[in-house]
């Protein structure tokens, strides 16, 4: 699990920000099964997903997540590797 930030620097103008992509790794040996987000924080509600998308990978999988805000930096997120191990 990932936290992501806000990167909106105005609340409720007509300008929204697109944040910084974070990525959620899955550990050594184990494959990636699924991805999930959340808005930990909502700001004042003015937010929406981007991607949530796998990256599989020789030497690891992972899932990369990003969201867009109008919240003036007080919108918060999170991206989630669900991973199996043993595989």
Known sequence: MTSIK???DVASNPEWTAG???SAL???G???IGTGFA???PGNREVTWLQALPVLSGT???VSGRFASNSGG???GEIVAICLGGI
């Open 6 to 8: 806000d990167a909106d």
């Open 60 to 62: 690891g999988d992972s």
């Open 74 to 76: 007080t919108a918060e």
């Open 20 to 22: 910084d992509t974070g």
């Open 30 to 32: 184990e494959a990636l």
């Open 26 to 28: 899955c550990g050594p």
């Open 39 to 41: 808005m930990t924080e």
